[in-house]
């Protein structure tokens, strides 16, 4: 079956715009993770979904971050007022619950603020 | 405090040969489960396999296996009969209960493997 989807694949913007992460999980998969990979950084948990809900924001750096699911399915990662600090790849992954772990990573979108 | 420490950052083999990427973990949940993720140069994150804390045998799959030593709080995967392929980096990754961020990854620095003909 299709594997995660994440749009757009590579982003540039200017310093100060906002910017939309889209991701669009395995069918049936109730858990969406949203992770940052910097160089400086690793790779970093920012913020994760059970069906809608969004029960932990704490990974999220700064109060620019926000993120939303709809329908139990896409989620859209915003970032506002972009800093070049926010540059990396930002990769999404689901999970599908029912004593299942491994989550499932899509191709990331690469954001570059200049 | 790290969570997940990967000490080699770079590792050599030698194609067909058989390879084994450290990896110790620091947790005081009793419920946990350690990942190997692989990350070719294409920058896609591959599942490679997965040990829970009370399986009683180390996970297997394919060419992957995973040396499980709890006492020693060690997950190292070991690959054997490398191939080019495999060059990639490898990340370690640990969940821990469902309280901490619904079973997010938290991932160390990764091994860069690069196996050679």
């Known amino acids: 079956g299709a594997g995660v989807s994440q749009s757009p694949s590579n982003k540039v913007t200017e310093k100060g715009k906002d910017v939309e992460l889209r991701c669009d999980p395995i069918?049936?998969?109730?858990?969406l993770y949203w992770y940052r990979q910097s160089l400086g950084q690793g790779l970093e948990f920012l913020i994760y979904f059970q069906g809608n809900s969004a029960p932990d924001k704490s990974g999220l750096p700064s109060d620019r971050f926000s993120a939303e699911r709809t329908g139990g399915s896409v989620s859209t990662l915003t970032i506002q007022r972009t800093q070049q600090e926010d540059s990396a790849v930002y990769l999404c992954?689901?999970?599908?619950?029912?004593?299942?772990?491994?989550?499932?990573f899509g191709p990331g979108t690469r954001l570059t603020v200049t | 405090a790290q969570k997940i420490t990967q000490t080699q950052p770079g590792m050599f083999v030698q194609e067909k040969e058989a390879v084994t990427l450290d990896c110790t973990y620091d947790t005081s949940d009793p419920s946990y489960g350690l990942f190997w993720y692989k990350q070719p140069s294409s920058g896609e994150m591959i599942f490679l396999i997965y040990?829970?804390?009370?399986?009683?045998q180390n996970a297997t799959e394919s060419r992957y296996s995973l040396n499980f030593q709890k006492a020693r709080k060690s997950a190292n995967l070991v690959i054997s009969a490398s191939q080019l392929g495999d060059s990639a980096m490898y990340f370690c990754?640990?969940?821990?209960?469902?309280?901490?961020?619904?079973?997010?990854?938290?991932f160390g620095k990764g091994t860069s493997l690069l196996v050679t003909p």
């Open positions: 990754a640990m969940r821990e209960g469902v309280r901490n961020s619904g079973y997010a990854l938290n």
């Open positions: 069918s049936g998969h109730t858990a």
């Open positions: 040990q829970g804390s009370y399986d009683q």
């Open positions: 992954a689901s999970r599908a619950g029912g004593g299942r772990y491994e989550q499932y």
